[in-house]
């Protein structure tokens, strides 16, 4: 047979590579599609999520905004910091600038650019506080004027930032110094009674003299601030409550403050009125003569806090022995005396047997007579414990803080 007629021997190979191609131009196809649908799909995804979050930051900004807006337009001088100069201010939020922490986040140093000193106070994702803290803030010191309140100067929103621009307090806060062994040296008996009658005139403006009555609902020494010559501040107003006219009291289902500074009848049944404010400041006022805190006080021979232990050496005539010993060769007996059943007075477990802050300021001033306080509230861990059985998953805000939900309160 000729050769020119024999089949080629390439023939097969070249339509098997013919094959290859194919399969090769519909795989890379297939492929490319399935990317292309990929892509889209994740696009589609990221888009829709991009959309909801600017739908819920909208939701979120406006009421803030509205609440600003309407705050600063009410006879405030509220101003409104953009976050690039809060950023800069603070040197881009540096831990070293870093001041604290509480419930609502951390707090920032800053100095402005025209030389200014501010405390910001930044919201925080995990913060147990939120926006309605944040608008009750706004909206309840943004229209107080006092030299023993903290003054808020502006505030700050902008994506998912919220934050409050506050004066700067030199000296931290009171438990910086009360409760320390070395830093409680500082402040003598002349100093720690100022610091008293500051704060007990801070707290009269509060439900009296303001355009607003305040309850605090969270009087304690970490919400004390003091200025560089340690004049006394009364901060922290997301807890605050508000009335309007004649009102003095409510009632409430969550029960919000400090353990070791709520009154009974607010732990106990949900109701606060400015004497709930009135036991905090008993409190704190037999925190600063004994430098000891009232949550966790115990004596060997006996479990009271604090509160009971001034009561027994009240009974006694020994009330000189509850003051701190760094306040020995300063204090003056009459005036400790004086405190420490001002503070009685102060903490009684019936909120009607407790004076008003206009009657503490007038105890506080002159050597009147004094009438004598009855049993106080024994308010011990154990007793707080017991209530804390009642109440529905309390959420700690932080080591001291506790925020109480309470089944049946009224």
Not at 156 to 174: F, H, P, T, V, W
Not at 297 to 311: K, P, V, Y
Not at 352 to 365: C, H, I, K, N
Request: aromatic share 8%; net charge neutral.
């Amino acid at each position: 047979m000729p050769a020119s007629e024999l089949p080629s021997p390439t023939a097969p190979e070249s339509g098997s590579s013919n094959k290859k191609q194919t399969i090769t131009i519909i795989v890379s196809t297939s492929l490319g599609l399935v990317l292309v649908c990929l892509i889209l799909a994740l696009y589609a995804a990221w888009r829709k999520k991009k959309i909801s979050h600017e739908r819920r930051q909208v939701s979120m900004q406006a009421p803030v905004e509205n609440y600003t807006n309407e705050s600063r337009n009410k006879d405030t001088e509220l101003s409104a910091f953009s976050l690039s100069t809060i950023a800069k201010s603070t040197n881009d939020f540096s831990l070293n600038n870093k001041l604290g922490e509480g419930g609502f986040g951390p707090v920032y140093k800053g100095v402005l650019e025209d030389g200014r000193e501010i405390a910001v106070k930044r919201l925080s994702e995990t913060s147990t506080q939120g926006l309605d803290e944040f608008k009750n803030e706004v909206g309840c010191i943004a229209k107080l004027q006092h030299r023993n309140l903290v003054k808020l100067l502006g505030y700050c929103i902008q994506g998912d930032e919220r934050m409050l621009i506050y004066e700067y307090m030199a000296n931290k806060s009171l438990d910086f110094f009360i409760f320390d062994t070395s830093r409680s040296l500082m402040l003598d008996w002349p100093l720690r009674f100022r610091i008293i009658h500051g704060i007990a005139r801070g707290l009269l403006y509060l439900h009296q003299d303001s355009r607003l009555r305040i309850i605090h609902r969270d009087l304690k020494a970490g919400n004390i601030l003091l200025d560089k010559d340690m004049n006394p501040k009364i901060s922290d107003f997301g807890l605050a409550r508000r009335f309007i006219g004649y009102e003095t009291e409510a009632n409430t289902n969550k029960v919000v403050g400090t353990y070791g500074y709520i009154s009974p009848e607010y732990a106990v049944h949900g109701h606060f009125s400015v004497k709930s404010d009135v036991y905090s400041f008993g409190v704190l006022m037999l925190e600063i003569v004994s430098g000891k805190k009232n949550r966790g006080f115990s004596q060997q021979e006996h479990n009271d806090t604090l509160i009971g232990h001034a009561w027994k050496l009240h009974k006694e005539g020994k009330s000189l022995e509850l003051v701190s010993s760094s306040l020995q060769l300063s204090c003056v007996a009459s005036e400790v005396q004086r405190a420490v059943h001002i503070g009685l007075l102060c903490v009684q477990h019936h909120a009607e047997d407790r004076p008003t802050m206009s009657s503490v300021v007038l105890m506080l001033g002159n050597e009147n007579y004094l009438p004598p306080p009855k049993q106080p509230a024994f308010f011990a861990e154990e007793t707080l414990r017991d209530i804390n059985s009642l109440s529905s998953a309390p959420t700690l805000d932080s080591v001291d803080e506790v925020t109480i939900t309470l089944l049946n309160a009224r």
